[in-house]
């Protein structure tokens, strides 16, 4: 059980990301449920991130690693109950956090996530997440082998120090690893009612067929050796 007014931490990573950060940090200001810190996490960005990131948040760590390592930053940090990670680049709607919340409290749930929409309207896009970050993650939790996506994602506090946070040594897939580890010792649930916007540029500069591959690539990776692919995703602005 937690209570009706637990302090919730969101942590963002960060990395150049000046064009989308600004849009994410309102819609956590925007949030119907208030009682939340924001930090960002960032990674050395060259761009005016961190400059924005500071108009916004109640704490801005700069300091140069990789993704996981820029989560557990952000944790050491954190006065929060409840974690929640959340991707540059993604906005969450209105009540995210308190729906969020709701299956947390009387539940025995560890971990929470919910159905990433994209911010463009193109049928790929729409086609992708509904398959790729929707139907597909909450059928693989609802058979004991969370697949999901970092974008949105939050977890028990107690949670998180029980598996030692994310795997520092993984420049991919730190996400997926740390659903399997809390699964062993704990619950993943899909709450289908909350909702968060992505960017697609990923897919949009990268291309949709190679990031399907990648991902497909990615998750069987793990599967077989519980560890990342050889190297980070790239970033496209």
Not at 167 to 174: F, G, H, K, S, V
Request: aromatic share 14%; glycine share 6%; hydrophobic share 40%.
């Amino acid at each position: 059980m937690i209570n009706e007014n637990v302090p919730v931490s969101i942590i963002i990573p960060t990395l150049n990301e000046e064009r989308y950060i600004e849009e994410t940090l309102l819609s956590i200001k925007n949030q119907t449920y208030k009682n939340i810190e924001i930090i960002v996490s960032d990674g050395c960005s060259g761009d005016k991130t961190v400059d924005i990131a500071r108009k916004y948040t109640d704490k801005v760590i700069v300091k140069k690693t990789n993704i996981a390592a820029a989560r557990n930053i952000g944790v050491k940090h954190a006065k929060g109950e409840i974690f929640i990670f959340l991707d540059a680049d993604s906005c969450l709607e209105p009540a995210w956090v308190q729906r969020t919340l709701r299956f947390f409290n009387g539940r025995d749930n560890d971990l929470v996530f919910g159905p990433v929409k994209p911010k463009q309207g193109n049928l790929r896009a729409k086609f992708i997440c509904k398959f790729g970050w929707d139907l597909i993650p909450r059928f693989f939790t609802w058979i004991g082998l969370p697949q999901f996506s970092g974008v949105s994602i939050a977890i028990r506090k107690s949670a998180f120090e029980r598996v030692g946070g994310f795997r520092e040594n993984m420049n991919a897939t730190e996400d997926i690893d740390m659903g399997f580890r809390i699964r062993r010792c704990g619950k993943v649930a899909f709450n289908k009612y909350v909702k968060c916007y992505t960017s697609m540029r990923r897919f949009e500069n990268g291309g949709y067929s190679f990031w399907v591959a990648r991902w497909a690539f990615d998750w069987v990776n793990y599967i077989f050796t519980k560890n990342s692919s050889f190297s980070e995703y790239p970033v496209f602005r």
